[in-house]
């Protein structure tokens, strides 16, 4: 590949919301790299100068095979190049590790670019270290890039946000999902040249794993299919609502989250509930002693005999699930109540009638054009919110640029800052 330039870009991943948006921008970079490899060099064209060496960097912050290798598998994202193994502990104790460990990595790796994704601890972790290291005398150090730029809630209450604040202020390019994260950088004063408006790189996931999900097992393996004893709608699927609940601000408090189990109560009266948990909340789970809540599954799903009718009125506990099966399970539920921030786009984008049961949310374009409502956290709250989203049909719409191709805009923006990068240090040379 003669005259084709090599730069290293460095991916960063620890939690779980995190796979889904890079899994795309791998798959862009090998498509990228197989494509400057088979054009022969008169035609190459200027974004074919560059080919990429993609070092994959896992920070252990989820580390569980259900939060984790799963999720590596269904998307088909590689091993990563480099684990550092952190996992669990406080806010403080989490960052500063992830710190320590990423900056050996980044020392020895050296990459001309990071990416960074979302809004979680290892995503502050990794951008601060880099935008503070110096390979060498002259200070140089990565192009930082963050992926899912711009977002607020105007909540500092919520760790995410402090996170996504931090890193869009030490980020050199900024991947913005939706308009409304366009509008809030610039009012924080981000530079509009820094600021890149590409779409949503989880839905460049959901478009490209949609049909896959749809010959997942999990329907019949919960009982939800045809014949398994359920009231069935046309589709030959029973009705049920699909629940996730894992906010600090929702589940480490007993009375808001009794507050919530409250607000499902009515829907669990007439319509299964699916509860794929999060560790943290079954942690808590255990500690409330809310057990009473829940008709618990034991062992694997798909071992399953029990039709989730006998299931009493109770929240049908599962264990956390794959990507794909968890896709199956979103698009043909009747209802999606959760607390979490990527399902709220998810749903948007399926169509899919969503609780979303916080006080705010930073993805304000599921409410304008998409599928979702805002319940707050009370009870009577949830039980509205659920009653109107069950009863209205909406039309819905998929939001600008959500048409799974964010990826291969992100690294065309990234082609570009690389070539002109190069083109600088040249000129600095030849001086
Ligand atoms: C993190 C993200 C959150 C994201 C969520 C998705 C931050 C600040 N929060 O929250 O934005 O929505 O991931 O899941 O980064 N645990 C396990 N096994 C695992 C992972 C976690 O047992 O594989 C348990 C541990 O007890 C841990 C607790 O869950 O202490 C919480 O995990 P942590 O990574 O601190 O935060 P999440 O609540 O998962």
């Given at each position: 590949m003669e005259s084709v330039k090599t730069k290293k870009i460095m991916i960063v991943v620890g939690a779980r919301p995190n796979f889904m948006k890079a899994a795309p921008i791998i798959a862009a970079i090998r498509d990228h790299n197989d494509r400057v490899a088979g054009s022969p060099s008169r035609t190459r064209s200027n974004q074919a100068q560059i080919a990429f060496q993609c070092v994959l960097v896992h920070t252990g912050q989820h580390y569980d095979a259900a939060m984790s290798?799963?999720?590596?598998?269904d998307l088909r994202i590689p091993k990563p190049d480099v684990h550092l193994g952190v996992g669990g502990g406080s806010h403080a104790a989490q960052t500063a590790e992830i710190m320590k460990r990423f900056e050996e990595a980044l020392e020895r790796e050296k990459p001309d670019l990071l990416i960074v994704?979302?809004?979680v601890n290892s995503t502050l972790a990794c951008a601060l270290v880099a935008a503070k290291i110096s390979y060498d005398t002259s200070g140089s150090r990565p192009l930082i890039a963050h992926v899912e730029a711009g977002l607020r809630s105007f909540d500092r209450g919520m760790p995410e946000e402090i996170n996504r604040i931090v890193t869009d202020h030490l980020a050199n390019l900024l991947f913005v999902t939706e308009e409304s994260g366009i509008r809030n950088l610039r009012q924080e004063g981000v530079e509009d040249?820094?600021?890149?408006f590409v779409g949503n790189t989880m839905i460049d996931s959901l478009l490209a794993f949609k049909d896959q999900a749809r010959r997942s097992p999990i329907l019949s393996a919960l009982g939800l299919r045809a014949g398994d004893g359920l009231s069935e709608s046309d589709s030959g699927i029973a009705p049920y609502a699909l629940l996730t609940l894992h906010r600090p601000s929702n589940v480490d408090e007993r009375e808001s989250f009794l507050n919530i189990l409250e607000g499902l109560n009515e829907l669990a009266s007439f319509c299964p509930i699916i509860f794929p948990v999060h560790p943290r909340t079954r942690n808590k789970i255990a500690d409330f002693g809310f057990e009473g809540f829940f008709h618990r599954q034991e062992g694997a799903v798909n071992s399953s005999k029990r039709a989730p009718n006998e299931t009493n009125g109770r929240i049908w506990l599962i264990d956390p699930?794959?990507?794909?099966?968890?896709?199956?399970?979103?698009?043909?539920?009747a209802v999606?109540?959760?607390?979490?921030?990527g399902i709220q786009e998810e749903t948007t984008c399926l169509g899919v009638p969503c609780v979303t049961v916080r006080e705010n949310t930073e993805r304000p374009v599921t409410i304008e054009v998409g599928t979702n409502v805002l319940a707050g956290t009370s009870a009577s709250g949830i039980r509205n919110?659920?009653?109107?989203?069950?009863?209205?049909k909406r039309d819905a719409a998929v939001p600008k640029a959500w048409d799974g191709k964010s990826a291969e805009r992100i690294l065309d923006v990234i082609c570009g800052e690389l070539l002109k990068q190069e083109e600088r240090l040249l000129a600095l040379v030849s001086e």
């Open positions: 290798d799963q999720f590596f598998a994704v979302g809004d040249h820094k600021i890149h699930l794959g990507y794909i099966d968890f896709l199956c399970l979103m698009e043909h539920a999606v109540v959760t607390d979490s921030g919110a659920t009653r109107q989203q069950l009863e209205s």
